[in-house]
């Protein structure tokens, strides 16, 4: 079944570009909807936007101008990228396989990255 | 954006009991509704989605309906490992949006 892996630096500094991957197993990138959602500690989810593996993304508009998502189809990655963050951007970030085509729903999810934004 | 507002923010149950938790959406959504289970350091699980399908493996004391702008998750008949928090989400228009969580605690 499809696993996926986050990775990517633990502690960046505010006002420099966040920068997570998410490697896909157990599957083809291909043919697939694939979404960051972040978690900050003790709190809810926030979708922060979806690649096709044609490259076509669609972001939240609270993070429109500072997000950028792209596909690696030859290493069946994700990327994440998230510019000029702050104390507010610290939380868990999650990649995962969808909006499915049917409901909009996300399965499976990956484990998750901490990412704690300090100088 | 659609808001998702779940209740209640907290429950406390015993073993054996029924639990409903209940979303609404600020404007009609169809069946397009995904409930997870979220315990701590882990990542969201699928548990339905669809406003009432069962995703697969997921045990039969979870169930899900509604549609349109309200919905519910009920778990039959709480089993200990059931303590978790839950999250709705909206799969009908963009941005996606989850509700605030529900944290679930046996008592």
């Known amino acids: 079944q499809v696993q996926l892996q986050e990775s990517g630096p633990g502690l960046v500094k505010p006002s420099e570009t966040l920068s997570l991957t998410c490697t896909v197993s157990?599957?083809?990138?291909?043919?697939?909807?694939w979404s960051w959602i972040r978690q900050p500690p003790g709190k809810g989810l926030e979708w922060i936007g979806y690649?096709?593996?044609?490259?076509?993304?669609s972001y939240n508009p609270s993070l429109k101008s500072r997000v950028t998502i792209s596909v690696d189809r030859s290493r069946n990655q994700l990327s994440l990228k998230l510019s000029s963050v702050t104390a507010a951007d610290t939380a868990v970030y999650y990649c995962?396989?969808?909006?499915?085509?049917?409901?909009?729903?996300?399965?499976?999810w990956g484990q998750g990255s901490l990412v704690t934004v300090s100088s | 954006d659609i808001q998702m507002t779940q209740s209640p923010s907290s429950v406390s149950a015993s073993v054996g009991d029924r639990v409903t938790i209940t979303c609404r959406a600020s404007q009609g959504i169809s069946s397009y509704l995904a409930w997870y289970q979220q315990k701590p350091g882990k990542a969201p699980k699928l548990l339905i989605y669809a406003a009432s399908s069962l995703q697969s493996g997921v045990p039969s004391r979870f169930s899900g309906s509604g549609s349109g702008t309200d919905f519910s998750l009920t778990i039959s008949s709480l089993q200990p490992e059931d303590s978790a928090s839950y999250y709705c989400q909206q799969g009908n228009s963009f941005p996606l949006t989850f509700g605030q969580g529900t944290r679930l605690e046996i008592k």
């Open positions: 157990g599957g083809s990138i291909s043919s697939n909807y």
């Open positions: 690649i096709y593996y044609s490259g076509r993304t």
């Open positions: 995962a396989k969808g909006p499915w085509n049917q409901g909009g729903w996300f399965d499976p």
